[in-house]
């Protein structure tokens, strides 16, 4: 190989050397265009994404500016009807003030019992009841819809299992006229029975059932032979059971 080299003359060498050169040349010059061209389409592209992207921004900048430009109007337009609606006279606040006065007036403060007076439990309404210090309109109801429960109250002790009454104000209070209402043992249904604050359904059931086995019952004696019933529940319902 290297003989048939030398074989060239040396111009002929010099010749070939050349053209070689000049043939990488142009495969160097082809291949620049190539990758210029794919830099030039890849930068277009990226122009293009870019240019899409700042419009998509101003766009949702304008409606953005457009939105609160219409909720300002629409505030300003809600603050001048809230404040000319405040501006009427029915709202104003001088004719809430007299609107306080009438119903002040309207609703004079509670009169109050002096130490020393005595209120029979079981018959002084909502309106006797209010007038005793420490009751409101909440214990008096709840001492007035006890008491209705109950058929009234044997004891003025019994207060204390109203909601809110505490033992301060037993003092106000005395038993002048016995329970009321009195349950009939022997006719009375479990609904009835149970509906007393002192029996629930077992109770109410223990006595059904044994008027349906045996018959009436005669007296406290044998309810108190039931399980059901402790010395506690006969002390306290022997005021309103009734046998007849």
Not at 64 to 76: H, V
Not at 81 to 108: G, M, Q
Not at 135 to 161: H, K, P
Not at 197 to 225: H, N, T
Request: charged share 30%.
């Amino acid at each position: 190989m290297w003989n048939d080299w030398f074989f060239y003359s040396r111009g002929q060498r010099r010749a070939i050397i050349l053209l070689l050169f000049a043939l990488v040349l142009l495969i160097c010059v082809l291949a620049s265009g190539v990758i210029d061209n794919d830099r030039k389409e890849i930068s277009v592209k990226t122009l293009a994404i870019a240019d899409s992207l700042y419009e998509k921004v101003d766009n949702d900048r304008r409606e953005w500016e457009n939105s609160r430009k219409t909720y300002g109007k629409y505030k300003d337009k809600e603050r001048r009807v809230i404040v000319k609606e405040a501006k009427h006279p029915s709202d104003s606040l001088c004719n809430r003030r007299n609107e306080w006065k009438t119903d002040f007036l309207k609703y004079p403060k509670q009169e109050k019992y002096s130490a020393g007076i005595i209120i029979d439990v079981n018959t002084a309404d909502t309106s006797i009841l209010k007038k005793i210090p420490g009751i409101g309109s909440v214990i008096s109801r709840n001492i007035v819809n006890y008491r209705n429960r109950l058929g009234g109250f044997y004891d003025a002790q019994q207060l204390l299992e109203v909601k809110y009454v505490d033992s301060t104000l037993l003092k106000w209070f005395e038993v002048k006229s016995g329970v009321f209402r009195k349950i009939s043992v022997n006719k009375a249904s479990i609904d009835e029975l149970r509906s007393h604050p002192y029996m629930d359904f077992y109770k109410a059931k223990a006595i059904v059932d044994f008027r349906r086995k045996r018959g009436p019952i005669k007296g406290m004696s044998q309810i108190s032979m039931f399980s059901e019933f402790t010395e506690e529940d006969i002390d306290r319902l022997i005021h309103y059971f009734s046998f007849e």
